[in-house]
């Protein structure tokens, strides 16, 4: 079992012009590590991240986008999963924070925790598919993961986090998705 | 309540209307106003990119990410998958003030009725829904509503606000 803060820290070392789209606790964890105006955090509703990434995969077919993603968010629109691996965006990398629960809401857990996001990414159709519980292996492949042709799909297995602060007023700011149109 | 009355109403010309508008994408879960009369045609036009998604709030997620390309999108859905898109709705087009432009049958509509006085209670809301989360909508009745499509669908994209139009007869 790994730490989504030391996956995203390993993560941001590979960061160039991708858009990175988040939401809820990856946000806010994201944001702190690796703030920059590429980082597109208003979803607007939950589960729908998977969605804006591959619009913005489509908009940019020559920029590559990262979607980071909550396994309550998934388990919220896991048609998207269906969809992105019919339209098969060779730019979008899909990784998902599987803790197990709805952190950013008190930190219930999923209906079924155990579930299995690589098997459903795998049957969807994704090209490649990844499951990752060992940070070393992360550390090792997510060079690879974030170049190859997608879409590409990993589960990211963490811990639960400490306590986080949410700022919604921060990351919600207009000011945020101006800046993110404007380099983009 | 008399609606607009007239025979016809052409997928083909709204299809036009569409192209003329600049909408690259069509983002859509099937509708059976529209089935035949604009989501077969537009799955065989090749100046058109048609994206069937698996649930219709997956198509305000798809529209906002488009827009940061500027590549514009229309979505073609039924009213009740409206319906079940409100949040995202609510959050993306009306709160984040996006461009999302809907094309929206309505499901066992008397196009000679006016929306607000159908007798099927789901059309009926569907009107006051929108005007209360002040979202800009129009009535594609007939051939003569079609015009309302291109100059509203450049507003929303120029002034950064969704757009709706409500289809009230399957076109033929």
Same mark, same amino acid.
């Given at each position: 079992?790994?730490?989504?803060?030391?996956?995203?820290?390993?993560?941001?070392?590979?960061?160039?012009?991708?858009?990175?789209?988040?939401?809820?606790?990856?946000?806010?964890?994201?944001?702190?590590?690796?703030?920059?105006?590429?980082?597109?955090?208003?979803?607007?509703?939950?589960?729908?991240?998977?969605?804006? @990434?591959?619009?913005?995969?489509?908009?940019?077919?020559?920029?590559?986008?990262?979607?980071? !993603?909550?396994?309550?968010?998934?388990?919220?629109?896991?048609?998207?999963?269906?969809?992105?691996?019919?339209?098969?965006?060779?730019?979008?990398?899909?990784?998902?924070?599987?803790?197990?629960?709805?952190?950013?809401?008190?930190?219930?857990?999923?209906?079924?925790?155990?579930?299995?996001?690589? @098997?459903?990414?795998?049957?969807?159709?994704?090209?490649?598919?990844?499951?990752?519980?060992?940070?070393?292996?992360?550390? !090792?492949?997510?060079?690879?993961?974030?170049? !190859?042709?997608?879409?590409?799909?990993?589960?990211? #297995?963490?811990?639960?986090?400490?306590?986080?602060?949410?700022?919604?007023? #921060?990351?919600?700011?207009?000011?945020?998705?101006?800046?993110?149109?404007?380099?983009? | 309540?008399?609606?607009?009355?007239?025979?016809? /109403?052409?997928?083909? $010309?709204?299809?036009?209307?569409? $192209?003329?508008?600049?909408?690259?994408?069509?983002?859509?879960?099937?509708?059976?106003?529209?089935?035949?009369?604009?989501?077969?045609?537009?799955?065989?036009? $090749?100046?058109?990119?048609?994206?069937?998604?698996? =649930?219709?709030?997956?198509? +305000?997620?798809?529209? *906002?990410? /488009?827009?940061?390309?500027?590549?514009?999108?229309?979505?073609? +859905?039924?009213?009740?998958?409206?319906?079940? *898109?409100?949040?995202?709705?609510?959050?993306? &087009?009306?709160?984040?003030?996006? %461009?999302?432009?809907?094309?929206?049958?309505?499901?066992?509509?008397?196009?000679?009725? &006016? %929306?607000?006085?159908?007798?099927?209670?789901?059309?009926?809301?569907?009107? %006051?829904?929108?005007?209360?989360?002040?979202?800009?909508?129009? /009535?594609?009745?007939?051939?003569?509503?079609?015009? $309302?499509? =291109?100059?509203?669908?450049?507003? &929303?994209?120029?002034?950064?606000?969704?757009?709706?139009?409500?289809?009230?007869? *399957? %076109? *033929?």
């Amino acid at each position: 079992m790994m730490k989504r803060e030391e996956c995203f820290r390993i993560l941001a070392r590979h960061i160039k012009d991708e858009a990175v789209v988040a939401t809820y606790s990856s946000a806010f964890e994201w944001d702190a590590i690796k703030p920059r105006a590429l980082n597109y955090l208003s979803i607007g509703a939950m589960g729908l991240d998977s969605s804006h @990434g591959l619009g913005l995969a489509l908009g940019r077919p020559d920029r590559r986008v990262i979607v980071l !993603q909550g396994d309550g968010s998934l388990l919220m629109n896991l048609g998207s999963l269906v969809t992105i691996a019919a339209v098969a965006p060779k730019n979008l990398v899909h990784l998902v924070a599987h803790n197990g629960t709805y952190e950013a809401n008190g930190s219930h857990p999923l209906p079924e925790p155990r579930v299995d996001f690589a @098997g459903m990414a795998r049957a969807a159709g994704y090209a490649a598919v990844y499951d990752f519980a060992d940070l070393e292996i992360f550390t !090792q492949q997510i060079a690879h993961v974030l170049e !190859q042709d997608g879409p590409v799909f990993a589960t990211l #297995r963490v811990e639960p986090s400490g306590p986080l602060t949410y700022d919604y007023r #921060r990351i919600y700011d207009p000011a945020k998705r101006r800046a993110f149109k404007a380099a983009w | 309540m008399a609606a607009t009355t007239s025979a016809a /109403l052409s997928g083909g $010309k709204i299809i036009a209307a569409i $192209k003329a508008s600049g909408v690259d994408y069509i983002l859509s879960v099937p509708d059976i106003v529209t089935s035949s009369g604009l989501l077969a045609p537009i799955a065989d036009d $090749k100046a058109l990119r048609l994206v069937r998604v698996c =649930k219709e709030d997956e198509c +305000i997620g798809i529209a *906002s990410g /488009l827009s940061y390309s500027d590549t514009r999108a229309l979505i073609l +859905i039924q009213h009740t998958g409206f319906l079940d *898109s409100i949040n995202a709705i609510r959050g993306i &087009a009306v709160d984040y003030q996006q %461009p999302i432009c809907m094309m929206v049958g309505l499901l066992q509509h008397d196009p000679e009725v &006016a %929306p607000r006085a159908s007798p099927s209670y789901g059309v009926r809301i569907v009107e %006051p829904i929108l005007d209360d989360m002040g979202i800009a909508h129009h /009535l594609i009745n007939a051939d003569a509503d079609v015009g $309302k499509i =291109k100059p509203e669908i450049d507003a &929303a994209y120029r002034e950064s606000h969704p757009v709706v139009f409500l289809i009230g007869r *399957s %076109p *033929s």
